[in-house]
């Protein structure tokens, strides 16, 4: 599954790359997140409890962060598993460009699901994951602007 979108943050480029690199930030942007732990600047751990419609999941989670293109870019990659449930595994690319106003951020995002919530159905999958995007970047700009106001 590919997702592909954009949100418009009322901060600086530096920090919202910044945010991107903060697991604290990460922790309370991510919907189901539990847990989150930082191992280095590039490896976090991750457990999320997810819900697909009948099926949910609690998934430990492995990601590695790749700030080196920053603040222009970023990116990440990641899997999940969430035992007899199933699996999940994929990445992000990330751009933002400063715009007046604040900072645009593009994403796109490749997911491959696998196991009992690969049986629930492309369409549920698609619209859960898209209604999780949309509440990251709420909570995310949330974030922000109450750590930069």
Do not use: W
């Not at 400063?98 to 951020?105: A, F, V």
């Amino acid at each position: 599954m590919n997702l592909q979108d954009e949100v418009l943050l009322p901060v600086g480029r530096e920090a919202v790359f910044q945010a991107l690199n903060d697991p604290e930030i990460l922790k309370a942007s991510i919907p189901g997140c539990e847990e989150l732990i930082k191992h280095s600047d590039t490896e976090l751990e991750a457990t999320v409890v997810v819900k697909f419609g009948p099926v949910k999941a609690s998934f430990g989670s492995n990601v590695e962060l790749d700030p080196s293109l920053g603040p222009e870019k970023f990116s990440l990659s990641g899997s999940g598993d969430a035992g007899v449930a199933g699996f999940a595994k994929g990445g992000a690319q990330v751009d933002l460009t400063e715009q007046e106003g604040g900072t645009l951020l593009s994403y796109e995002v490749n997911i491959d699901i696998g196991g009992k919530l690969a049986q629930v159905g492309g369409r549920l999958i698609e619209g859960t994951t898209k209604r999780l995007a949309k509440k990251f970047f709420a909570n995310f700009e949330e974030a922000l602007v109450n750590r930069h106001t």
